[in-house]
């Protein structure tokens, strides 16, 4: 037997998942996060879960683990002591940012406390030209003075960012190699080599992250390999990256800024893969875990990518799936602002102490609080029966905190929290698809993470959506995600041109340039050719925009042929994201780009045979359960999961309650197995 394993650390659980590559057999486990080391919790979960099944370390021989360690260290302000050393005069720029901002009018705004203090941000007297040209030549023994000082002055780590390396890295890699010389236990990050790309403050952020973050996660990546190791697996084991692809460990060292936001990236690769095997092609997702709930809208099978993701208000540009978060989750904390309105999130009680009801030493009213007082969850147990719940304790908090001061009952304290959570979520939604130009009715939400089954169906009501979907394991979907991503690197290269055809040579040499260099790394992983896969895109613009839009190339190379066919597909692009085209307007090109993929071996879920609608064998009892539709606690059936068969359908009211999450099935709704398990729940109309 050989098994897969997938490994996502949450906020407030740590979500494992183990398959069966012989059998198609899928084994789940869910242990609270262990936050001061995240490593703690993987390591237990692995170690359970075999043991659980009667596994043997040396049966596994693939693990993946998607990682939070590069994104708290950023949120928490607890990276290296950084050093920048960038081009004179522009010692500032990570201070100054943009003159963009959130509110345009806001006048008292303020930026973020930059990551790196100004007394170890450092100049060099050198100058590269746009076009790569050496305008004044970099004085080494300047170089060599700086690094020094730095040294002196405490840093773990360098940025090294100057103006238009992108086009020609020499003096970056001059400054680089004095580091290393004169400091080779430091962490350096050069940005030709971390973003070789246009807009220096985007270059400029991206790398100082990237160093900021790296000597901690390499600490980590270290320690997890080592703990692989120590449990007796013979492998290498694989990162998941913000982009949705995985990464080798090594890899991870030189590369953590790209291992940033991973965890909601390998929820949306999960949920593409489930709805693919159902047939459902136009989804948004629905991640909800305990800190906060991440949406992301997947068109055609395809998810979104974008490089205008930020960080602790940072930009980060590098590939990443296109998520929206927004601080709701099962462990968001309610809370009454001064002028008396009671408010939901964005502060989580994370896993320690963790919602009241937990009974950790949590003293602060939750979302998961609330359902547990309304009855939606389980007031006794969850985790199948490994955690108990103190329903009492809950509800005086309730009351005592948020009703007695808002002059109202618990109940109605409770629902308020409910109500305010799911506008929250609401508002996350309509951000990724009524204001890219997408009608939310036209999709399919999946719910997934632990408290996702629970708000969704009412959520997507708010919007006018008809139909959820809950995976088979919602609550760990994350974790299987992991296990059907591909091993992934993407390379770009700043190029500005027309698009036109006397350029065809040009642009086909700039694509061959990252394709040669994308084989060669998949070389290195040692991918066979047959799972070897190169998808090239260009980010192009009308002439005069400052900004562009990323295209895919369906073709090998550029030819006068095929010009004007993909030409077009950026007008398309640009009426579909803009409202407009201009088809007389001169199209440039701006950065090619090339994604190299290691098709990795997929999980080949089981089918069940369709059996009839009566799901009353799966009914393990009965409790009221507060329904917003009823207005009161409503006598409602309570399934358990595990003994739902496909083709069964379930009709609300009623709670479905399964080790990994729990699902609310409002009146009026019906919940239908498919033939993978997955359940999907529709408004029925009168």
């Known amino acids: 037997?050989?098994?897969?394993?997938?490994?996502?650390?949450?906020?407030?659980?740590?979500?494992?998942?183990?398959?069966?590559?012989?059998?198609?057999?899928?084994?789940?486990?869910?242990?609270?996060?262990?936050?001061?080391?995240?490593?703690?919790?993987i390591g237990n979960g692995v170690k359970e879960i075999l043991e659980l099944h009667g596994v043997s370390p040396a049966a596994v021989s693939n693990l993946v683990h998607g990682t939070t360690v590069a994104t708290n260290a950023t949120l928490e302000r607890k990276g290296a002591k950084t050093a920048i050393i960038t081009t004179k005069g522009f010692r500032d720029l990570?201070?100054?940012?943009?003159?963009?901002?959130?509110?345009?009018?806001?006048?008292?705004?303020?930026k973020p406390i930059p990551i790196i203090y100004r007394k170890m941000r450092k100049e060099v007297d050198e100058r590269i030209m746009a076009d790569g040209t050496v305008f004044k030549a970099l004085d080494t023994a300047e170089v060599e003075r700086l690094v020094d000082e730095l040294k002196e002055a405490g840093a773990e780590a360098y940025a090294v960012c100057l103006l238009h390396s992108y086009i020609n890295p020499e003096h970056e890699k001059q400054i680089k190699e004095i580091i290393l010389q004169r400091h080779p236990e430091a962490y350096v990050s050069?940005?030709?080599e971390v973003l070789p790309e246009i807009r220096e403050y985007e270059r400029m952020t991206t790398t100082a992250l990237n160093s900021y973050i790296g000597p901690k996660v390499g600490i980590y990546a270290k320690q997890f390999k080592q703990r692989v190791k120590d449990m007796?697996?013979?492998?290498?084991?694989?990162?998941?990256?913000?982009?949705?692809?995985?990464?080798?460990?090594?890899?991870?060292?030189?590369?953590?800024?790209?291992?940033?936001?991973s965890g909601p990236a390998a929820g949306v690769s999960g949920a593409n893969y489930i709805t693919k095997l159902a047939g459902v092609k136009n989804i948004i997702t629905f991640d909800m875990g305990g800190t906060s709930t991440d949406v992301s809208?997947?068109?055609?099978?395809?998810?979104?990518?974008?490089?205008?993701?930020?960080?602790?208000?940072?930009?980060v540009k590098v590939p990443m799936t296109d998520v929206t978060a927004v601080g709701a989750g099962g462990g968001s904390i309610a809370w009454i602002d001064n002028g008396g309105m009671m408010k939901v999130g964005p502060e989580s009680a994370g896993a320690?102490?963790?919602?009241?009801?937990?009974?950790?030493?949590?003293?602060?009213?939750t979302v998961t609080d609330a359902n547990v007082v309304l009855h939606r969850l389980n007031p006794k147990v969850i985790l199948g029966g490994r955690m108990e719940i103190d329903e009492e304790a809950a509800y005086k908090a309730i009351e005592e905190k948020l009703a007695k001061p808002l002059g109202m009952s618990a109940l109605d304290a409770a629902r308020g929290i409910i109500t305010v959570v799911n506008s929250n979520m609401a508002r996350a939604i309509r951000v990724v698809s009524v204001e890219r130009g997408y009608d939310p009715r036209e999709f399919v939400v999946v719910a997934f993470g632990g408290a996702g089954a629970l708000h969704a169906v009412n959520v997507a009501k708010d919007l006018g959506i008809n139909k959820v979907m809950i995976p088979c394991n919602p609550g760990i979907l994350c974790a299987v995600g992991l296990l059907v991503s591909d091993i992934r690197s993407d390379y770009v290269k700043t190029s500005i041109a027309n698009f036109v055809p006397e350029n065809i040579d040009q642009m086909n040499e700039n694509f061959k340039e990252l394709t040669d260099k994308g084989d060669a790394w998949l070389d290195d992983?040692?991918?066979?050719?047959?799972?070897?896969?190169?998808?090239?895109?260009?980010?192009?613009r009308y002439y005069g925009q400052n900004f562009e839009l990323s295209i895919e190339i369906p073709y090998k190379e550029i030819t006068k042929d095929n010009i004007d066919e993909i030409r077009d597909l950026f007008h398309q692009a640009h009426k579909r994201e803009y409202g407009y085209c201009n088809e007389g307007a001169l199209v440039q090109i701006v950065n090619y780009r090339a994604t190299a993929l290691g098709k990795v071996q997929t999980i080949e879920l089981v089918e069940h045979p369709i059996e009839g609608p009566d799901a009353s064998a799966?009914?393990?009892?009965?409790?009221?359960?507060?329904?917003?539709?009823?207005?009161?606690?409503?006598?409602?059936n309570i399934y358990n999961r595990d003994l739902i068969k496909a083709g069964n359908e379930v009709q609300g009211p009623a709670i479905i309650e399964q080790m990994d999450s729990t699902i609310v099935v409002p009146p009026g709704h019906t919940a239908r197995a498919d033939r993978y398990l997955n359940l999907m729940i529709s408004y029925e109309a009168k």
């Open 1 to 41: 037997m050989s098994y897969k394993i997938g490994v996502d650390v949450g906020g407030t659980f740590t979500d494992v998942c183990m398959f069966n590559q012989d059998t198609g057999e899928v084994n789940v486990y869910k242990l609270p996060s262990t936050p001061w080391d995240p490593s703690e919790a």
């Open 94 to 110: 990570i201070e100054l940012a943009r003159q963009t901002r959130a509110s345009l009018y806001d006048t008292q705004v303020e």
């Open 190 to 192: 050069v940005s030709s």
């Open 232 to 261: 007796g697996m013979d492998l290498t084991p694989y990162i998941n990256q913000s982009n949705g692809g995985l990464m080798s460990i090594e890899t991870t060292f030189e590369n953590p800024i790209r291992t940033a936001l």
């Open 297 to 315: 809208l997947i068109e055609n099978y395809s998810p979104k990518l974008t490089t205008a993701k930020a960080i602790a208000e940072f930009p």
């Open 352 to 365: 320690y102490p963790g919602p009241i009801a937990y009974s950790r030493g949590g003293d602060k009213p």
């Open 525 to 540: 992983e040692k991918i066979d050719e047959e799972h070897k896969v190169i998808i090239r895109h260009a980010d192009m």
């Open 618 to 636: 799966a009914v393990i009892g009965k409790r009221d359960v507060y329904f917003e539709e009823a207005g009161e606690y409503v006598d409602t």
